[in-house]
């Protein structure tokens, strides 16, 4: 059975880091696009980041551009996201998904696997 299980949320304070995890079974990590989608309360899912399957290439929505950084261990299966810098705006439920498409893309519909999330709360 194909799954993705994130991990590595929590609360911290506004300026503090965390790094998610996003660990596959069922199947190889390295032949797709790995993306990191987030929803806050109310709020409609969005691309994070992404890295793609082909070359290595990744994607950072403005928000997060030079604080957040996506990687990928193949030997473990597994891809990160390093959070740093983060601010309240930050908080949301974030989700990793798997993807055929060789590109990174953060275009929901091109991702056919998710995660159950993993909950990340920035405050004082």
């Known amino acids: 059975q194909l799954q993705l299980v994130e991990s590595g949320g929590g609360l911290v304070q506004p300026g503090g880091s965390l790094r998610l995890s996003c660990a596959a079974s069922?199947?190889?990590?390295?032949?797709?696009?790995i993306g990191w989608f987030r929803q806050a309360p109310g709020k409609e899912r969005e691309g994070v980041s992404c890295?793609?399957?082909?070359?290595?290439?990744?994607y950072y929505a403005d928000s997060v551009k030079g604080r957040f950084t996506i990687s990928r261990n193949n030997a473990k299966n597994t891809v990160y996201l390093q959070m740093n810098s983060l601010k309240p705006e930050d908080t949301a439920v974030y989700y990793c998904?798997?993807?055929?498409?060789?590109?990174?893309?953060?275009?929901?519909?091109?991702?056919?696997?998710w995660g159950q999330g993993t909950q990340v709360t920035v405050s004082s």
């Open positions: 069922g199947f190889t990590l390295d032949y797709y696009v």
């Open positions: 998904a798997a993807g055929t498409t060789t590109m990174a893309t953060p275009i929901r519909s091109e991702y056919d696997y």
């Open positions: 890295i793609s399957s082909s070359d290595g290439s990744t």
